[in-house]
């Protein structure tokens, strides 16, 4: 038996792309050569890797067994090329991050990991919460720091930060008078809310959403920055993270509705159980649970 990286690579990417075409383009390769290297793989092991439904090609069991391993091996390959690069002795860090802790706590952690490390070699995706988790459990990334709990057995989650959500509204919304908001002040309000699957979305609807008899989705947006805006704007009140508004909390763009439950939060580390740990992805994980925010 004489498996090749480039066969496992080629398994790798259409696990990841689920068709033979696009996996083709992300590897700058034919489609004949993407099929060829698959079948040969295939024939190798002695055992088919994919189910076949239409166009798509949808992992098995016998794939979902092999992709650790695969991942291992290239993620081995990798560190034998890196540690004969003057640029790149560690490898790169491919890191995901969902949009509040990517766009405001993030930024931070890597400047300060780089300054301790000296790795300067980071790859960071900023997407919505189930996204993340998706592309974790597909190898695409090594580690995400998200706000939403990922539920799925492939995947370790361990508790990390604690987050404060706010209700923020205009600075003369009728609301900012009461000493303190209830569940039934807000049932008529109009919300601009996180598209679903953000984490800020999930916490919303759990804590407050399922609680309204009248919810009125106003707008559903991706960036934090809009939601500010149009809560400036008087279109509407948010649940968002006190830190991704403290900016326009400062500036008095936007004011704090004082409500009466819990609104504190966790964020989360994540990484697939079966992900080969580099020793840089090691020092990152160490680095990451013993952050804290600088006050």
Not at 53 to 78: F, V, Y
Not at 211 to 232: G, K, R, V, W, Y
């Amino acid at each position: 038996m004489n498996i090749t990286l480039k066969q496992l690579h080629v398994f790798i990417t259409i696990t990841q792309e689920k068709t033979l075409t696009t996996a083709a383009d992300k590897l700058f390769l034919s489609k004949p050569a993407v099929s060829m290297a698959l079948a040969e793989l295939e024939k190798q092991l002695g055992h088919k890797l994919f189910e076949r439904k239409n166009n798509r090609l949808l992992i098995n069991e016998m794939g979902k067994a092999l992709l650790p391993l695969a991942d291992e091996q290239l993620e081995r390959s990798k560190a034998i090329i890196t540690l004969f690069d003057s640029h790149n002795f560690q490898g790169k860090l491919r890191i995901g991050s969902s949009n509040t802790v990517g766009n405001h706590l993030l930024p931070i952690l890597l400047s300060q990991f780089r300054q301790v490390s000296a790795h300067q070699d980071q790859f960071m995706c900023i997407d919505n919460s189930t996204s993340i988790g998706n592309q974790l459990i597909d190898y695409e990334l090594d580690i995400a720091l998200v706000e939403g709990l990922l539920i799925d057995k492939q995947l370790h989650v361990e508790k990390w930060l604690k987050d404060e959500m706010v209700i923020v509204a205009h600075p003369e919304h009728p609301l900012i008078n009461h000493k303190l908001v209830t569940i039934n002040d807000l049932h008529d309000q109009h919300w601009v809310l996180r598209e679903k699957g953000s984490g800020s979305r999930h916490f919303f609807i759990d804590h407050i959403g399922q609680h309204l008899t009248n919810l009125d989705i106003a707008f559903e947006l991706s960036s934090t920055e809009a939601i500010i805006n149009c809560c400036a704007s008087g279109l509407g009140v948010a649940c968002m993270s006190k830190t991704a508004a403290r900016h326009a909390l400062n500036d008095r763009r936007v004011a704090i509705l004082p409500i009466n439950i819990d609104m504190s939060r966790d964020l989360y580390l994540v990484w697939h159980k079966e992900k080969y740990q580099s020793p840089i992805l090691k020092e990152f994980i160490v680095y990451c649970q013993d952050w804290s925010l600088p006050e």
